[in-house]
């Protein structure tokens, strides 16, 4: 197996080449100017952010992991409660709800997207079910306008795992536009990756953008609120004042300034994204793969292009010893790992994750992809799936 590959998950050192010098001087600042230069670049990247996500509030967090963490407690998830989510997504989805003291509860996803299934989420609501957490898997979006009403009902916090999405839209708006706080990941192979972890949270709830805010930086009492103790009473000069047990998470300076750079360039690479898929479909429309569908208001990015195969195993292995840096996201199910021994007992109920699990193969879409990338692709996989 090579270790190079000739088409490979991501390029974006590539783009970083061409932006080379917007970045060296976006780092510069924060390398050699006073160090509070870093916290005023990571507020300039939420407040671009969140308008480029049409949302009053961003918070930037340290990755996606700790960001969904966050969302849960801000929304005030905790030992007990119930959340539905699914059994198809990384295990950062499952570990911040557990993490939280909560129990998460598996809905089915659709065979077409592969999101969760909207009709079978009511069936799985409680008197424990505080909240519904549905992912945006490969960069496709959940249906969470549909979710929406039915949250409301049963007064459900919606918090949207967008980690693979950035860039998508659904029903004309950025995703984050139905959930009570969406979460997108910055890690390097992301739609809008850094150089390292990262995560951003949008709100357009003030109350719950305090709470991220609290949680995000040690649960440490900000200045604006500063002027007395939890009592009321004046602190002493140079004292300070904790009211949540939080965590020290913000987003690195260096990943910000790197992002404030990226973040203009997000509407060009997704529609570089969905060029690159379309050619793709087109060119793996009459196999026996299996393409994802979506709903017409539904504007996917693509982390990856995921098409269900009946020899994962081997179009898998072919793909990458063809030189295509192929990968297979996410097998198995959450529910069949080790840490999750016995815990699912509704996991007879899923058999839409347990099928896909068996059949996912994803293809790179990384936008710096040529048209003899994407040729070389099509090529390579109708010839394994053929060759069956």
Request: glycine letters at 8%; proline letters at 6%.
């Amino acid at each position: 197996m090579p270790e190079t590959f000739r088409v490979p998950r991501s390029r974006a050192n590539q783009s970083h080449q061409t932006l080379r010098g917007e970045i060296m001087a976006a780092l510069e600042p924060i390398l050699f100017d006073d160090y509070r230069s870093s916290y005023a670049i990571r507020a300039q990247l939420e407040a671009a952010f969140a308008s480029a996500m049409e949302q009053r509030h961003a918070v930037a967090a340290h990755s996606g992991t700790i960001a969904l963490l966050l969302a849960l407690r801000a929304c005030g998830i905790g030992p007990g409660d119930e959340v539905i989510t699914v059994g198809n997504s990384d295990i950062s989805t499952t570990g911040a709800i557990s993490q939280c003291g909560a129990i998460p509860v598996l809905c089915d996803v659709a065979l077409s997207d592969y999101t969760i299934a909207v009709d079978q989420v009511e069936d799985l609501i409680t008197g424990k079910t505080r909240a519904i957490l549905p992912v945006d898997l490969h960069g496709h979006p959940a249906n969470v306008q549909a979710l929406r009403p039915l949250a409301d009902r049963h007064d459900l916090k919606i918090v949207e795992d967008a980690a693979l999405a950035s860039g998508a839209c659904d029903h004309g708006a950025p995703l984050g536009a139905f959930a009570d706080v969406a979460m997108f990941s910055f890690a390097p192979f992301k739609p809008l990756g850094s150089a390292g972890n990262g995560a951003m949270l949008v709100t357009n709830d003030d109350s719950l953008a305090d709470q991220l805010r609290l949680l995000v930086a040690y649960g440490h009492v900000p200045p604006s609120l500063a002027e007395g103790s939890a009592q009321g009473e004046a602190l002493p000069p140079g004292y300070q004042n904790y009211i949540a047990e939080g965590y020290n998470a913000p987003l690195d300076g260096l990943q910000a300034a790197l992002l404030l750079v990226k973040l203009p360039y997000l509407g060009e690479w997704t529609r570089q994204r969905r060029a690159i898929v379309r050619g793709l479909e087109a060119g793996l429309a009459d196999t026996s793969a299996r393409l994802p569908r979506f709903r017409a208001e539904s504007r996917p990015t693509f982390r990856s292009y995921a098409i269900a195969v009946e020899r994962q195993q081997e179009v898998y292995l072919g793909l990458r010893e063809a030189g295509i840096e192929a990968v297979i996201h996410y097998a198995p199910p959450i529910y069949e790992y080790d840490v999750y021994a016995g815990l699912f007992p509704e996991r007879g109920n899923l058999s839409a994750t347990e099928r896909l699990a068996g059949e996912i193969v994803n293809l790179p879409v990384t936008p710096e992809l040529t048209s003899d990338d994407v040729d070389y692709m099509i090529e390579v996989t109708r010839r394994l799936i053929n060759n069956g």
